[in-house]
């Protein structure tokens, strides 16, 4: 299609957000420009056969979804299936120098009693945890109807909070440090850690960190479709990302593919955008710019476009395909079982406080912190019909406190003394060492694929390594003045952050993608709906 001078919007950035807004403005009715400096669409929303002959489509980046509402699925008829794991969550115990562990199922609380039995004290510790999870899901009733409206102020939002325990919960995750919560909640080390990982994803920050930045970073992970669960989509990531493609582009919206933005040019009514493709130099005018990418990223184009300070990312991804899955030292639990939902390693609620001492002071933990889970338990569909006869499946490990400042010298070093401390981390949970598992590409390579904070900055532009772009905001206006506003302005005029850097953003949610869509409408007097 032959690029045309004038757009009434120009989004910047092809991940899910860019996608979700797109599809809105165009099926409203204006024209719509997508411009995405990769050769491909999704951002971090994508798959791809990461391995040279192994047909296995991975989730490259983003892996588990709970914070997409089925209203925007709706809204633009997308239709994709997001399974429910069997298991929730196994945690590897040493109890007495013997191997055990904590499974937490999402089918059976008989199962998840059983296994808090093995705790000194396990009946008053399930009967706490469960308490807790009672507390959490107020909490997301409460917030999560919110996230597709204007902000409320504060006050508004906490007025909601009316009984008793409404205004208890409230206190504990937004008035005090999380600390309290959890240590007056729960009295477990490997319960309370299981409990503040959420807190931590990636992010640094420590249960009784002032800046409450664990609050809020805890709050997503737990609000997601009021119940908190995290599914898994059918096809991976990557079949998100293409249904929004389709979606967007029937709509009538154009996307563009190795089109990088250099300079936006801001004017009313109407702006430039100047971006380049392949050796050329392209210019276009529109009403609206979207900026669907870091905040780094949208001030370099227009310097101001966003004010808050980039936090560095402290993450680590290992993308791994098994030729089988290892057996577990744990002989009360099946190797499908500790690997379909999360398994935690390493973090323990006091060694995650270590850990992150560590990272302060700029260096690494040996026994790093970090969660593995299979998708293809779940959802063998990323695997060729011949690969699942074989037995293969799919490995993914997200690390914690590893800091950007640590690969800034030496990359594939450090990646490779990271990716050396974690096999060796989760072999000691194991019968079958994890390498012996691995499988092997067409090169006779091991299936190991890692990426670092300063990977995720090369290849996605996120500041420093940071997946949300910035700090996770609070789900309401934290200034008066705010309250009302979408959460996606800027201080120029028609000019708004559609993706993570917006307020409410961070994850897959296409929650600031919608909402930048629906500022836009609303500019242009179209009607909108805003009732979850």
Not at 23 to 29: D, E, H, M, T
Not at 353 to 367: C, F, N, S, T, V
Request: with cysteine.
């Amino acid at each position: 299609m032959k690029l045309s001078s004038s757009y009434d919007a120009v989004i910047i950035g092809a991940g899910h957000n860019g996608l979700v807004a797109a599809s809105y403005l165009a099926r409203a009715g204006l024209r719509v420009l997508v411009l995405e400096k990769n050769d491909y669409l999704g951002g971090a929303t994508y798959s791809k056969q990461v391995f040279p002959g192994v047909a296995a489509r991975l989730p490259v980046y983003a892996y588990l979804v709970s914070l997409l509402p089925q209203k925007i699925l709706s809204e633009l008829g997308i239709e994709i299936e997001m399974r429910r794991r069997a298991v929730a969550s196994y945690t590897p115990l040493m109890n007495n120098g013997a191997h055990q562990g904590l499974l937490i199922s999402n089918l059976s609380e008989e199962v998840t009693r059983r296994s808090f039995d093995l705790l000194p004290g396990g009946g008053e510790e399930y009967r706490r945890y469960k308490k807790l999870q009672e507390m959490l899901a107020i909490f997301a009733r409460k917030v999560w109807p919110t996230l597709l409206s204007p902000l409320p102020s504060r006050r508004a939002l906490q007025a909601s909070f009316r009984t008793q325990d409404e205004k208890r919960i409230w206190e504990y995750l937004v008035e005090k440090p999380l600390a309290a919560l959890i240590e007056e909640q729960l009295t477990h080390d490997a319960v309370r850690g299981l409990v503040f990982t959420d807190a931590k994803i990636g992010v640094s920050t420590y249960p009784e960190d002032p800046t409450l930045l664990q609050n809020r970073t805890f709050i997503y992970h737990v609000i997601g479709q009021g119940t908190g669960e995290w599914r898994v989509p059918v096809g991976g990531m990557g079949g998100l990302a293409e249904a929004l493609s389709r979606t967007a582009a029937a709509a009538g919206a154009e996307l563009r593919t190795s089109a990088e933005v250099f300079k936006v040019e801001h004017g009313l009514p109407r702006s430039a955008v100047h971006f380049t493709a392949g050796e050329r130099e392209e210019t276009v005018e529109t009403r609206f710019v979207l900026f669907n990418c870091a905040s780094n990223i949208a001030n370099r184009c227009l310097p101001g476009a966003y004010c808050e300070t980039q936090a560095p990312g402290s993450v680590f991804k290992l993308n791994m395909a098994l030729k089988k899955l290892p057996r577990l030292k744990d002989g009360r639990v099946t190797p499908a079982e500790a690997f379909t939902g999360t398994f935690h390693l390493n973090e323990g609620y006091q060694h995650m406080k270590a850990a992150y001492q560590r990272a302060q002071a700029g260096a690494i933990i040996d026994e790093i912190p970090g969660e593995l889970y299979c998708h293809s338990l779940t959802d063998p569909s990323i695997l060729s019909p011949e690969l699942q006869a074989r037995g293969y499946h799919t490995l993914t490990l997200f690390g914690l406190d590893v800091p950007y400042a640590c690969f800034e010298a030496n990359n594939d070093g450090m990646k490779a003394e990271v990716t050396r401390r974690y096999l060796r981390a989760i072999n000691h949970f194991l019968v079958d060492n994890l390498e012996d598992c691995l499988a092997e590409d067409a090169h006779g390579n091991a299936c190991l694929d890692a990426r670092s904070p300063v990977d995720l900055e090369n290849s996605l532009g996120m500041p420093k390594g940071n997946i949300f772009h910035g700090n996770l905001t609070w789900p309401f206006a934290e200034h008066e003045d705010e309250a009302g506003t979408w959460g996606v302005e800027t201080s120029f005029e028609n000019v708004f952050i559609c993706g993570s850097s917006a307020r409410r953003g961070g994850a897959v949610s296409g929650i600031p993608g919608r909402n930048a869509a629906m500022k836009v409408l609303e500019t242009l007097d179209f009607p909108i709906d805003t009732r979850s």
